[in-house]
């Protein structure tokens, strides 16, 4: 090979070496960057490429997406319910603690559903649906502007009179009703039959978290591609509704985090909720950084026992637990991203709806994978339930590597407050840890 050609593959490698080398965060910024202004420059300059034929990216990443669906949320919601340890033999703060998450998920499903029907974020777009890949249930539910079905009819469908068609449909309300059953169930007879079961469920759901992260490093190739049709192919419209949804996520997780927690502190206990949010700092940036609840969990851990004034019982059972079942984040991003999808594609809600909407965001945060884009692959199974396009993955997936930060701000957040707040209950708080500077 002439030195001439070595020189062109040289400077052609190393901005690729580069690339491949950079945090998936960086890889997903430098997509969505690059990708736009690709698609910007496909639609104004004819160069015999059709920014449309760039989505067969983004609908390989879906596709590989969809793959770890039903799976993943079984293991996950089994492994955060059997970390809890039988039911019988949890301690009292235990158990406040678990309620505690459980309470502040409902808060911040509340909290995204109000948030998107405020600011309707996905109204006024004109989305070309013959730009996505719309199946025939799909159309039918767009064409029919709702989904005629009573709240008995809901509630009586989560019930699976066939486990095993539940899994093969991958009708994931039935799944997660299942998982629930089937862990609080093993959980009760843990000490007849032994922890082998338990370990299973819970190493399982490693191998699941393990998958979503190889699946996560195909997301770089897949956002460009998203990016590129979206910038070349959709309306205006389209992207300003992304712009407003990601607006309408930093004032969701704004409301839970700076109004929600601080002033339940208070008005419940009197504490100086202003302390908190300036010790919880470091490690809301850390999240914002890494965007993992995971990676933030051992500098969480030590702010909020050396910081905060909590117990060490309280820290190391309760934040662990937080980082599978206390994602509020999740939660309240999960239910303003399903509403979003509605207004997107005209689909008319009503209470009933908003309700349903609710319990499956809930229960989905339950199972939330806490590594960066583990929501979002929730998501896809929320909109299974929901019958909802999932095709609308293509565009969330470009704006959730901006949102996704913020959410895990939400979620590290609710991980500290719940040991801190059982721990001022039972009087086991370090009041002095907390004031001191």
Request: net charge positive; charged share 15%.
């Amino acid at each position: 090979m002439s030195r001439r050609k070595k020189s062109f593959f040289g400077i052609f490698l190393l901005p690729c070496s580069a690339f491949f080398k950079l945090s998936l965060g960086k890889q997903i910024s430098v997509a969505i960057i690059l990708g736009c202004s690709f698609g910007v420059f496909l639609r104004f300059f004819d160069i015999g490429l059709n920014p449309a034929s760039f989505k067969v990216l983004g609908d390989i990443f879906l596709d590989l997406v969809k793959m770890t669906i039903v799976p993943l949320i079984f293991f996950a919601i089994s492994s955060a319910i059997l970390s809890m340890g039988d039911v019988k033999t949890l301690g009292k703060s235990s158990m406040q603690g678990v309620t505690l998450f459980i309470i502040t998920n409902v808060f911040g499903v509340l909290i995204g559903l109000f948030t998107a029907v405020f600011l309707h974020p996905g109204l006024g777009s004109n989305i070309d649906l013959s730009k996505l890949k719309v199946d025939g249930s799909i159309q039918k539910l767009i064409a029919s502007g709702k989904v005629n079905t009573s709240l008995g009819d809901k509630l009586l469908h989560i019930i699976p009179d066939n486990v095993f068609r539940a899994f093969y449909e991958a009708d994931l309300l039935q799944v997660m009703f299942f998982a629930i059953v089937f862990s609080v169930a093993a959980s009760s007879v843990r000490a007849k039959i032994g922890s082998g079961l338990s370990n299973f469920v819970q190493s399982f759901a490693q191998i699941m978290y393990a998958m979503v992260k190889i699946v996560m490093k195909f997301a770089p190739f897949g956002i460009f591609g998203l990016m590129t049709w979206i910038a070349g192919v959709q309306e205006v419209s389209v992207i300003a509704s992304l712009v407003k949804l990601f607006a309408s996520a930093v004032f969701a997780i704004f409301i839970l985090v700076f109004i929600f927690y601080p002033a339940w502190l208070f008005i419940r206990f009197r504490v100086n909720p202003i302390i908190f949010m300036k010790k919880m700092m470091p490690v809301q940036i850390f999240g914002l950084a890494t965007g993992s609840s995971a990676a933030a969990l051992p500098m969480n851990m030590k702010i909020a026992e050396e910081e905060l004034g909590t117990s060490k019982d309280s820290t190391n059972l309760l934040m662990p637990i937080g980082t599978s079942i206390g994602m509020n984040g999740n939660a309240c991003i999960l239910a303003l991203y399903s509403v979003f999808v509605a207004q997107l594609f005209h689909i008319e809600i009503g209470l009933t709806d908003y309700a349903t909407i609710g319990l499956i965001c809930f229960l989905s945060s339950l199972g939330s994978p806490p590594i960066p884009g583990g929501a979002v692959i929730i998501l896809s199974g929320v909109l299974a339930t929901l019958n909802y396009p999932l095709e609308a993955l293509s565009l969330i997936f470009a704006i959730d590597k901006l949102i996704g930060p913020v959410r895990t701000a939400g979620n590290v957040t609710g991980e500290a407050f719940t040991p801190l707040y059982i721990d001022i209950l039972n009087k086991r708080w370090d009041k002095k840890k907390y004031y001191q500077k």
